[in-house]
């Protein structure tokens, strides 16, 4: 059970890493009020919080 959490915190870190390079790259300040650009920011920012519940559902043991 301990190394099934600590893979799931190293996931969560490296998806976090990644987000954070794609919401910087992608976000509307950064392109002039682009409207494509920031519809890939909430697509970003979608995935990441969905993928993100993931990962703390499958982190946490079940109940029962």
């Known amino acids: 059970v301990k190394a099934m959490a600590a ?3 190293e ?3 490296a998806l976090k890493a990644r987000y ?3 919401a910087k790259r992608h976000h509307p300040d950064a392109n002039k009020g682009d409207k494509a650009a920031e519809e890939r920011f909430k697509d970003i920012s979608r995935a990441y919080a969905l993928l993100r519940a993931r990962i703390g559902t499958e982190a946490r043991p079940a109940a029962g």
Do not use: C, Q, T, Y
Request: hydrophobic fraction near 35%; charge should be neutral; avoid cysteine.
């Open 7 to 9: 893979k799931a915190r």
């Open 11 to 13: 996931e969560a870190e």
């Open 20 to 22: 954070k390079e794609l």
